[in-house]
């Protein structure tokens, strides 16, 4: 792909389509506007009640399209939530897969989704009925409530014939599915894959990241020296990757993806980032580019003094301080088993755009950091190759390179 190539680059992929649908809006247009205008679209909970301060980046429930009769015994919010992304006109996913199955056949499109709640929102419900009036909705656990459960209703719903599963490992599950695309295409299982994440929002996870001790009061404010913890979000990013052909020399391409697993803590990322470097080494070694030829890295900055620390301490490791750098999680919040999907995403959007996104909410950059954070939304620069990561608990680490094939 280019002389300064270095290690073993695998075959770019054409990323043929996309969607998402978050805080901010429905589609990559109203993702796109908000990355420019750099105003958050968080605020308190309205889905449930919790009893402490909290911020985060809710979907208004009105949006949200119902599930087909047919499918009823799927419909969640996390199934709900993918649906819309699905069925955005502008963005054009829905008719993207058809016409892979057309292509392909409907037995070599396959579904790999990342999530890290799935149906717990309505498994709440269920209990709470549960206990406080003795009866309960109708309920179905394999459909609703586990974690492929989403995957299998797309799937349904398409009327896909490819391998269907859900990669769940927190932070990092919709960057993993990507990378689990990218091998199930590079292996000749499948020619297409629709991949990415859904999450939604639920008690569970407000209350668990609470008990950490590193949710934010005030909406969450990632890389600022002031930092105080996270913000949650929901939402969904779906992508379609399909095999390469000359009839995709004009879409951004996957080029590579990076994984590591350094174990450090449960919940803790290794402080020096020993694991994201390796990540990120590796995303870039498939690439087939060199660190220097990244024009902009979409950081996982979770807005938590270790997290964020930890990465950039690895990122000043790989690339030095002249890479461009931001966070995006102070605009729709932490979006957990979909962060991966949507942020990648938002590197596409980059890369067709030729913009570098801000960091939402950030003041002033922690001294301590040396790497050139992104402030403000920059338009009209070059983009050529960008990296997004995604760092999970247990020291699950990605990195996912996007390119334009040509360059």
């Not at 919790?50 to 980046?57: H, L, N, R, S, V």
């Not at 024009?295 to 997290?307: F, I, K, M, S, W």
């Amino acid at each position: 792909m280019n002389p300064e190539s270095v290690g073993s680059a695998v075959q770019p992929l054409p990323v043929t389509a996309c969607s998402t649908y978050s805080a901010c809006g429905l589609g990559t247009g109203r993702l796109y506007e908000a990355l420019l205008n750099g105003e958050h679209c968080l605020h308190s909970p309205r889905l449930f009640e919790i009893d402490f301060p909290a911020w985060c980046g809710e979907i208004v429930d009105d949006h949200l399209p119902k599930v087909s009769p047919s499918l009823q015994e799927y419909s969640t919010r996390n199934a709900r939530i993918a649906l819309a992304a699905l069925d955005h006109p502008e963005d054009g996913l829905r008719d993207a897969v058809k016409r892979a199955i057309d292509r392909y056949g409907a037995h070599r499109v396959g579904i790999i989704l990342g999530t890290s709640t799935s149906g717990i929102y309505e498994t709440e419900n269920f209990y709470n009925d549960l206990e406080e009036q003795g009866v309960t909705v109708s309920f179905h656990l394999t459909r609703q409530h586990l974690w492929v459960a989403t995957a299998r209703f797309l799937k349904s719903e398409l009327g896909l014939e490819g391998p269907c599963y859900a990669i769940s490992t927190a932070c990092s599950s919709s960057s993993k599915a990507l990378a689990s695309s990218q091998r199930l295409i590079t292996a000749g299982v499948c020619d297409a894959v629709l991949t990415g994440g859904v999450d939604s929002l639920c008690r569970m996870t407000m209350y668990g990241f609470k008990s950490l001790e590193i949710m934010s009061e005030q909406p969450c404010k990632p890389l600022d020296a002031t930092r105080n913890g996270i913000s949650l979000g929901e939402g969904a990013g779906l992508l379609l990757v399909e095999k390469p052909d000359d009839v995709f020399s004009d879409c951004v391409h996957l080029l590579g993806c990076g994984e590591s697993s350094d174990a450090h803590h449960m919940t803790a990322p290794h402080p020096q980032g020993k694991g994201a470097i390796i990540a990120m080494r590796a995303a870039l070694t498939q690439a087939g580019i060199a660190e220097q030829q990244i024009d902009y890295v979409n950081l996982h900055a979770t807005g938590t003094v270790l997290n964020d620390s930890a990465e950039m301490r690895a990122v000043e490791q790989v690339f030095g301080t002249n890479t461009h750098c931001g966070g995006t999680k102070g605009l729709i919040g932490h979006t957990l088993g979909a962060a991966g999907g949507i942020e990648t995403i938002i590197t596409w959007l980059a890369l067709k755009n030729r913009f570098r996104p801000g960091t939402c909410n950030l003041k002033q950059v922690d001294p301590s950091f040396h790497c050139a954070v992104v402030r403000d939304s920059e338009t009209d620069v070059p983009v050529a190759f960008t990296m997004n990561n995604n760092f999970g608990f247990g020291g699950n680490n990605t990195a996912v390179v996007l390119g334009w094939p040509h360059d």
